[in-house]
């Protein structure tokens, strides 16, 4: 018996969310934040972000803990983490979280909401429950219109927006900083892939 045409798709969405749920556990991407943190031998610090994953931080601080010491981290926008220091050198340690597959994958959440925000130029949904992925994105588009439109889903290397608005496939759009293209229509907007660094660099919209 043949599989239905709908259940080959659900089969095909499923595993392509688990794909892109491993790659975001491992990307690390820059995120100056500050913070404290806490460790048995150090005591109490201010520290700041340098950058960050779901599976660990690079922190920058004047007090350096032991390595292989357990240290607690709050960073602001981000909250409260537990790792143990695995190097340490100059005015920097790295930390390796540890946490269950579920926090991880809320803190991927957050990092990446934290990550895009300002250079998306997303306004939260104060009247949404606060959680990433919620906010308002102005979407400019090849021919200068432009859209207001909610945030679906965002990540390092691209977001979904509803709106009743739809631009063609492979158009070109800018969201907040970014640049990019339209990937796909969405039953209730669209997706779009954001050009990589060395593309935006060269934009002189981007200047």
Known sequence: MMDE???LDRRKIKIAARG????????RVPLQLHGRF???SQGEHACRLIDISPGGARILCRVQPNTQERVILIVNGIGRIEGHVVRG????FSVRFTATDRKRDKLADTITWRF???R???DEDRTAPRKPGRGRARVLLSDGVVIQANVIDVSVTGAAF???E???VNESVRVGEMSGRVARILDNGFAVVFDPPEQRRGDPKAA
């Open 162 to 164: 509803e709106c009743l």
């Open 38 to 40: 806490w460790c048995q």
């Open 5 to 7: 045409p709908g259940r």
């Open 116 to 118: 895009n925000k300002d």
């Open 166 to 168: 739809r631009p063609r």
């Open 120 to 122: 998306l130029g997303l």
């Open 20 to 27: 892109a749920q491993e790659r975001r556990r491992h990307v």
């Open 89 to 92: 050198e100059g005015d920097q």
